[in-house]
Every structure is written in structure tokens, then in C-alpha cells.
């Protein structure tokens, strides 16, 4: 079976740091983007960006530029999500997407995450 | 960037056929895909590319499209497709962008 895994929950307090992730199984890990996808409560889905695990070719949206990081470690199919400096305005979740196609950076996510719900309170 | 437009709600009787759009500049250049999200669930590809439908997705979803429209179509509306759409697109090269959502509600 095909699936993307993700990290669970966390809570963390504002300016603290944070890295999720998101494991592939049932494909070659390497040869597919894998996006981030944000929704806060109650809202609609936020493009966030997308990584090559192959070669890491990495491409944020310019909503979040400078904000996250993605990286990815092919050789344990993983790819991560990470912020610096959290905000209280970061509280979401946050979902790893695979496309439909191999290499082909289409948004057509056939295969999501779990999603990881990510809490910044103090 | 560009930006996908969808009507907050659309409404359909059980058994009827509604058509929920997603406008934007983007789609005169590349397809639209569309996603059902239910309540506490993570979205599901319903229709995406010229017409295609992922393994397991109902026929009665559909998608045609003309110009800067995308319409995906449920043809027979079933209480189970109570949901949230979305649609989303490329966006010049390898960006992605999402509509906004649209809240269907099967009456």
C-alpha cells in the first residue's frame, strides 16, 4: 500500500523550534515531489512548497519563503518540515501530499499524509 | 501569483446534479484538479488532468472545463458527497495554487 505517514501532534510555545515529518512506503521515495499543504481551522488549503527527495530541488511559495524549510533524506523515504521560530499564527495542520505522477511536479496529490496538527501556545 | 475563485456554498438536492466552479487565469494554461474534504479528514483527489478519476472515485464525478472555468459536475448528488471541495492548479511552472473551497451541502 501506498501511504505517506506523518509525526504526531505537538505543542510547542512561540519562538520555540520544530520539525515534522512525513514518511513515504509502497513506491520509490525518491522519485516523487512531495508537497506541504497548510490548513488552519476552519480555513482552506495553502500551498506551501515542494521538495525533490532525489536531488533536494526545493521551491517554496512565496507565502512562506523564509519561513519554513523543507528537506528531505531519501535514504529513510522522509521527508520534513521545519520552523526556526514558531508563531502562534503557525498553529495548523499540516499535510505531507505526494502527485500523481512520477517526477512530475503536478498538483494533482493522489496520496496525502495524516496530516500533524501543530499547536503554538504560551 | 494567480488566485482560484469558488462560491463559498452551493447546495443540491439528493439526486440532482450540481456543478461547483473554480475560476482563474492559471487554468487557461493548465488543468484543474479537484479535492473532497470531509470534517476531521484529509482531502481526497476526485477528479484531476483532462478527466481522470484516481482508482475507487465514483463516475458521477466529473470535470469540464472552458477557458479560465473549471467545473467539476456530480451527476445523481449522494448524501456522502456532503463535503468541502477544492480545486487547485500549476501556477506558472512548478507553483501550486489552491481555491478558496466550496461547501456543498446535500439536502
Known amino acids: 500500500e501506498i501511504q505517506l505517514v506523518q509525526s504526531g501532534a505537538e505543542v510547542r510555545k512561540p519562538g520555540e523550534s520544530l520539525k515534522i515529518s512525513c514518511k513515504g512506503s509502497?513506491?520509490?521515495?525518491?522519485?516523487?515531489?512531495i508537497g506541504w499543504v497548510r490548513q488552519m481551522s476552519g480555513k482552506g488549503l495553502e500551498w506551501m512548497g515542494i521538495i525533490y527527495p532525489d536531488d533536494s530541488d526545493t521551491r517554496y511559495s512565496p507565502s512562506f519563503e523564509g519561513q519554513v524549510t523543507m528537506s528531505a533524506d531519501k535514504s529513510m523515504s522522509t521527508a520534513y518540515l521545519q520552523w526556526s521560530s514558531l508563531k502562534a499564527s503557525d498553529t495548523a495542520i499540516y499535510y505531507c501530499?505526494?502527485?500523481?505522477?512520477?517526477?512530475?511536479?503536478?498538483?494533482?496529490?493522489?496520496?496525502w499524509g495524516q496530516g500533524t496538527m501543530v499547536v503554538v501556545s504560551s | 501569483s494567480s488566485e482560484l475563485t469558488q462560491d463559498p456554498a452551493v447546495s443540491v438536492a439528493l439526486g440532482q446534479t450540481v456543478r461547483i466552479t473554480c475560476q482563474g487565469d492559471s487554468l487557461r494554461n493548465y488543468y484543474a484538479n479537484w479535492y473532497q474534504q470531509k470534517p476531521g479528514q484529509a482531502p481526497v483527489l476526485v477528479v484531476y488532468g483532462e478527466n481522470r478519476r484516481p482508482s475507487g472515485i465514483p463516475d458521477r464525478f466529473s470535470v469540464s472545463s472552458t477557458g479560465t472555468t473549471s467545473s467539476l459536475t456530480i451527476t445523481g448528488a449522494q448524501a456522502e458527497d456532503e463535503a468541502d471541495y477544492y480545486c487547485n492548479s500549476r501556477d506558472r511552472s512548478i507553483y501550486v495554487v489552491f481555491g478558496g473551497g466550496t461547501k456543498l451541502t446535500v439536502l
Open positions: 501530499v505526494r502527485p500523481e505522477g512520477e517526477a512530475t511536479a503536478s498538483g494533482a496529490y493522489d496520496i
Open positions: 509502497g513506491y520509490t521515495f525518491n522519485r516523487y515531489w
